[in-house]
């Protein structure tokens, strides 16, 4: 997956960075993800940053944040973005940070494009300091492994592959002429839970977003995503 979301690194920029390409990052899933974040604390290390965005907006949000990516391509580009926070080339399982150097991990949309994503949560876990917290968020492994049978709000959503076994998932995305293309792969929500547990991290917060208000205001077809869950968002915590 890492190789996959280099060759697709200058797509992203363009969805990521255009107002509009992402609307359910911008009126649902990150609306949601800032209210499951605790208040600034120490450090904050925004892990597999991609191009940046998120760093940029935890830097606003009064976070000391310093991104880490495994693309060479998305690096290159959180560095040059003007005003960009810290960001450094590192793979999620190995990263260049002593134990307990932050208080916040945040693992926005990336845990399902790791392949090791145990071992991205275990090193999220080291770096994390006693109380230090991990929020995560993905799409909800319900999305993952079925789609709608129509774009109307009464649409019924089947599953059509299997949900509790993980297979490679790739989606894709067009805008604007531009199609990106999603490697992930789909995971069930005990696989993650799991892996928070085999790290020592204790869950203390679950949010299954469904479309915002905002969302279905702009498009009525967002609707169907009121049924089903768009996002899982995860927080977690180190005990002391």
């Not at 060479?72 to 926070?85: E, F, L, S």
Request: some cysteine; overall charge neutral; glycine content about 8%.
């Amino acid at each position: 997956m890492r190789q996959g979301w280099e060759a697709e690194a200058q797509n992203w920029l363009i969805f990521a960075r255009t107002p509009g390409y992402d609307s359910s990052h911008e009126k649902t899933n990150l609306p949601v993800l800032r209210d499951l974040l605790p208040r600034p604390g120490r450090r904050t290390l925004d892990l597999a940053c991609g191009e940046g965005r998120l760093s940029r907006i935890l830097a606003t949000l009064g976070h000391d944040v310093v991104g880490a990516d495994a693309s060479p391509t998305m690096v290159r580009a959180a560095a040059t973005h003007p005003g960009a926070p810290p960001v450094v080339l590192a793979d999620a399982t190995g990263l260049p940070f002593a134990g307990a150097s932050f208080d916040l991990v945040v693992a926005y949309m990336c845990l399902h494009d790791i392949d090791d994503m145990p071992g991205a949560v275990r090193e999220a876990a080291r770096v994390l300091e006693p109380a230090g917290r991990l929020c995560a968020a993905i799409p909800h492994p319900l999305n993952t492994a079925g789609s709608f049978q129509g774009k109307d709000a009464g649409a019924p959503f089947v599953i059509t592959g299997s949900y509790l076994d993980a297979a490679p998932l790739q989606t894709q995305a067009s805008r604007g002429g531009v199609v990106l293309t999603f490697h992930s792969e789909h995971r069930p929500v005990e696989a993650y839970v799991n892996a928070l547990a085999a790290a020592g991290l204790l869950t203390e917060a679950i949010r299954e977003v469904r479309a915002s208000g905002l969302a279905v205001s702009s498009d009525p077809g967002e609707r169907r995503w009121q049924r089903i869950p768009m996002f899982l968002h995860l927080r977690a915590i180190k005990p002391k």
